[in-house]
């Protein structure tokens, strides 16, 4: 597996009515995680696009347990659990002082920017190839 | 069951880089519906509010088939397929043109604002009741 | 002048832990009145984009009087006061039940993908000289 | 005066159709920069609101020179240049490698969450006091 943690506070903007964190902001939170594994890897985002590669997101599911509320510093775990094929699988659990607040999956292909499905790159795979292990990475 | 349908144009501002609507936005979108959903059924969200009831979202899945562009004009349909219990589910369908371009679904809890669960309203169950049948809602 | 005004009604992930909109989103609610009054216009944004100009925002001023809140019913009016030349003037003025809740304007500029910037279409030129009068144009 | 600068990473939620950030995000970010002004002044935002104390965005202002893109690292540096009275003034510079992307202004006044107006807490008065030289704050 490979293995990636980031840091969000969450921002006033992020807030709603209920005093808590708008559920739809956890997928940027996810977006931000995944961007930062990506970065880890050696791999990062914004190579891809260079190159042609974009990365849609598929699917998404979130199940949320605890609210995050404003201010709250929130670990976004992510972690890629199978070597990818066609699709990219993510797996997220939103942290916050030891409590898991939120988990969540996304799923992802490589496309050109006319949506046109793209075989992931060569250098991805390799890159994934080296980072994969039992233990996990460090980053 | 009981369906409503919401008509959504895409903002620039729920655009992103790749040129189509974030998908984080679909959540935004599914929320518009369902309060429009409880507006059909007599039962505005913000008269929950009033009354001490918070309806937080649970879990949330969204398959993405087809990109949303800005200005698209979409219909984002809601269904009640089930009656609720502690729990209401919720479907949703977004289509543009004829196409669909994604679906979804969310499940609620009726709380108090400290995050205590509370039974639904009786009076929400009874608009329920009266709304539901085998032919749809035309709202 | 020419003058247009757009229904918002206020979403939940627009508000905030104040309970009220976040002062951020009145830019968003400007471009949706932007967009319709292009449309009045007979000048559609999606057309200019497809013809290779963009129009983005140099400047942005928003006064916030009174809070809106989740589910209200905006009106948000949108004025061309002055023909534009190099640049685009727009004032906002958004109400609710009547009532003034902010003022804003924003400035914009015609440019090429690249950022160069372009004078306006002629054809969006020769719109406003058309709709413009002392009297409103109603939309 | 009192100075502050915060680091922001553009999100890809960020970004719209012109591959840039959307104008209305600044307004985010000058939040995220404002906060750890507060913070550094040892006065969080926090604890402002489990006094009863909010501090609404009561004006905004943003000049937009340059663009921002998914993934630039910004710094968004946040200045007192006069001691509150009634109303709180910010001025903004938000850049990237150097490069000036966008200044603005924000102004905010203490209220209750009723929106009644308060005066600031001396607290706060007195941390600005201490912390307030001709020469910038290292924060």
């Not at 209920?18 to 990062?44: C, I, K, Q, S």
């Not at 066609?86 to 898991?100: F, H, P, S, T």
Request: aromatic share 12%; glycine share 8%.
């Amino acid at each position: 597996m490979i293995r990636s943690s980031s840091q969000i506070r969450v921002r006033y903007a992020e807030t709603d009515t209920m005093g808590v964190a708008y559920h739809g902001n956890y997928l940027t939170w996810f977006e931000v995680a995944r961007v930062e594994l990506f970065d880890a890897l050696g791999a990062p985002y914004t190579g891809f696009e260079k190159e042609g590669y974009f990365l849609p997101v598929l699917s998404v599911e979130a199940r949320y347990l605890l609210p995050a509320r404003f201010d709250d510093r929130l670990v976004v775990t992510v972690m890629m659990l199978q070597k990818p094929r066609a699709r990219i699988q993510l797996d997220y659990i939103v942290e916050c002082g030891g409590r898991k607040l939120a988990t969540g999956n996304t799923s992802h292909g490589f496309m050109d920017l006319a949506g046109k499905a793209l075989r992931p790159p060569d250098r991805f795979i390799d890159l994934i190839e080296r980072a994969w292990c039992d233990v996990d990475v460090v980053v």
